[in-house]
T-cell receptor, first 114, second 112 residues
């Protein structure tokens, strides 16, 4: 089985721009979660989608949004980028995190804001 | 905010030695998971222990869970240079937001 695929791997943007990141989960996985990793705050949960519905949301401003398509692929969007949005954005998929199932992570998209 | 803390923050050992990392958390959990992250890569799931389990083994890994103390430990036996990575514990709560909450991580360096 192919693993979780995130594109692009690296991205450079400037303040005020917007960005869209993509995640393809493992085949058969219907849950996709997004995390932000920074040196200062560590790993923080952004949101989780299951069957095209946002089921859980972390404590991030409304500039961070996401969606999930019928094939379980997910995108996250960040609008009006700020310097503090520079981070590694990780996507994880699982069969259903509401059970005792591990999450499988992609290698992330490293976003740099200039 | 993070669920808990891990200690030590950094650990340097020689190949062949054992490495022990500890994790503390704050609220009741459904399960606790350990992940490894190599530099610049995503997280790799190592082991999941449920709240009603006390100990679990997987190869050279041994995880313990003490729900009364809200703590867990990860033991890597006979470490190898390839074990060099950051290790994170993550808790999954059974109420409220159902998402992994990560600790701050332990950076392990195994010297060949």
């Amino acid at each position: 089985k192919a693993g979780v695929t995130q594109t692009p791997r690296y991205l450079i943007k400037t303040r005020g721009q917007q960005v869209t990141l993509s995640c393809s989960p493992i085949s058969g996985h219907r849950s996709v979660s997004w995390y932000q990793q920074t040196p200062g705050q560590g790993l923080q949960f952004l949101f989780e989608y299951f069957s095209e519905t946002q089921r859980n949301k972390g404590n991030f401003p409304g500039r961070f949004s996401g969606r999930q398509f019928s094939n379980s692929r997910s995108e996250m969007n960040v609008s009006t980028l700020e310097l503090g949005d520079s981070a590694l954005y990780l996507c994880a998929s699982s069969l259903d995190p509401n059970s005792n199932q591990p999450q499988h992570f992609g290698d992330g998209t490293r976003l740099s804001i200039l | 905010s993070q669920q808990g803390e891990e200690d030590p923050q950094a650990l340097s050992i020689q190949e062949g030695e054992n490495a022990t990392m500890n994790c503390s958390y704050k609220t009741s959990i459904n399960n606790l998971q350990w992940y490894r992250q190599n530099s610049g890569r995503g997280l790799v799931h190592l082991i999941l222990i449920r709240s009603n389990e006390r100990e679990k083994h997987s190869g050279r890994l041994r995880v313990t869970l003490d729900t009364s103390k809200k703590s867990s430990s990860l033991l890597i036996t006979a470490s190898r240079a390839a074990d060099t990575a950051s290790y994170f514990c993550a808790t999954f709560m059974d109420t409220g937001r159902r998402a992994l909450t990560f600790g701050s991580g332990t950076r392990l360096q195994v010297q060949p």
